[in-house]
């Protein structure tokens, strides 16, 4: 759990990334995005897992900005402004390396917050299959209620007082939770509260009555049966269970890679390699695989005798393949 940003990209391998009650697995050339103070773990599935973690501090971008979309299948309902981020990410890790000048790094650290907030942000994500087409005001009141159920996780906060402190009815702001959140008010605010209390089952001794009554739940006993329903296990036996596995970084298997621009380079890196089958019936054809369009690099030249079915393997996202008949 970190009080900052932090955006996972993979460069080779598989990870797998739990955030609070669920997991996602990262292929190469993905990344996740994990928002302030979620509690989080990184597992390799296998051995050849390469990743990059970027810190970006809370002095620029701030929870009360707003939370961002972090599961990947979700990030990629528009699969061109994920892989533009991936890029801008990319890019980041490829300066750092490179010592770029500070100022040039904050320009690509300000792109990847700005691209977050204007395209992937909870608040205007869409939701139903549906756009989210919030008007400046709407999205302001949702924020504002996103902080508002934040701030008020410890106290007894009811439909009722959250409808009177936004001077709108109670069953006005319950349609519009529902609608907004895609869930009932209780339920959502319930979520909250034990991705919350998570951090201090993990992170503190407390006993687990203190946590429950500290989250706003009525009792032990109800807060057991909530947090079961997410996390498939109750808060005694969740500590029990990931306690001892609750580690920092410094007692991971884990190598430091010191030059990471040998893995930026696509033809040398398996991030975004992709396999592509052509099936083009021609009986004789000559293949140029171009790294990209501006380089105009030649990476292989390939002779097939019989293009059908035939499968070649590429890097990167702007390979591009000259076919001639030969």
């Known amino acids: 759990?970190?009080?900052?940003?932090?955006?996972?990209?993979?460069?080779?391998?598989?990870?797998?990334?739990?955030?609070?009650?669920?997991?996602?697995?990262?292929?190469?050339?993905?990344?996740?995005?994990?928002?302030?103070?979620?509690?989080?773990?990184?597992?390799?599935?296998?051995?050849?897992?390469?990743?990059?973690?970027?810190?970006?501090?809370?002095?620029?971008?701030?929870?009360?900005?707003?939370?961002?979309?972090?599961?990947?299948?979700?990030?990629?309902?528009?699969?061109?402004?994920?892989?533009?981020?991936?890029?801008?990410?990319?890019?980041?890790?490829?300066?750092?390396?490179?010592?770029?000048?500070?100022?040039?790094?904050?320009?690509?650290?300000?792109?990847?917050?700005?691209?977050?907030?204007?395209?992937?942000?909870?608040?205007?994500?869409?939701?139903?299959?549906?756009?989210?087409?919030?008007?400046?005001?709407?999205?302001?009141?949702?924020?504002?209620?996103?902080?508002?159920?934040?701030?008020?996780?410890?106290?007894?906060?009811?439909?009722?007082?959250?409808?009177?402190?936004?001077?709108?009815?109670?069953s006005y702001l319950s349609h519009y939770i529902k609608a907004v959140l895609g869930d009932n008010y209780q339920n959502a605010l319930n979520t909250m509260r034990c991705e919350r209390a998570e951090t201090d089952i993990l992170g503190s001794r407390l006993p687990i009555y203190e946590i429950s009554d500290k989250y706003g739940f009525s009792s032990s006993r109800y807060f057991a049966a909530v947090f079961r329903k997410y996390f498939g296990y109750s808060p005694a036996e969740y500590r029990k269970k990931y306690l001892s596995r609750t580690i920092s970084h410094s007692d991971n298997e884990e190598t430091v890679v010191e030059n990471i621009l040998d893995y930026l380079d696509d033809r040398r890196s398996k991030g975004r390699r992709h396999s592509i089958t052509l099936s083009l019936n021609l009986p004789d054809v000559d293949i140029s695989i171009i790294s990209n369009v501006e380089s105009a690099e030649t990476i292989d030249h390939l002779h097939l005798r019989d293009s059908r079915g035939a499968v070649i393997n590429v890097d990167g996202d702007e390979t591009v393949i000259i076919i001639k008949k030969a």
């Open 1 to 170: 759990m970190h009080d900052c940003l932090e955006i996972i990209y993979v460069f080779s391998g598989q990870v797998e990334v739990k955030v609070s009650f669920e997991r996602f697995s990262l292929s190469p050339g993905e990344f996740i995005a994990i928002n302030q103070y979620d509690v989080h773990a990184i597992s390799a599935v296998g051995e050849d897992a390469l990743i990059a973690t970027v810190h970006i501090s809370d002095t620029v971008h701030l929870a009360d900005d707003g939370f961002i979309v972090w599961w990947p299948e979700a990030l990629k309902y528009d699969s061109g402004i994920y892989w533009k981020q991936a890029g801008n990410i990319r890019a980041l890790i490829t300066q750092y390396a490179g010592n770029a000048p500070e100022r040039i790094i904050m320009i690509s650290v300000n792109n990847i917050i700005r691209t977050f907030l204007n395209e992937l942000k909870v608040e205007a994500f869409p939701r139903n299959g549906r756009p989210a087409d919030y008007s400046e005001n709407e999205l302001l009141r949702i924020h504002s209620m996103y902080i508002y159920m934040y701030e008020h996780l410890d106290e007894r906060l009811t439909l009722d007082k959250m409808a009177s402190d936004f001077a709108i009815s109670t």
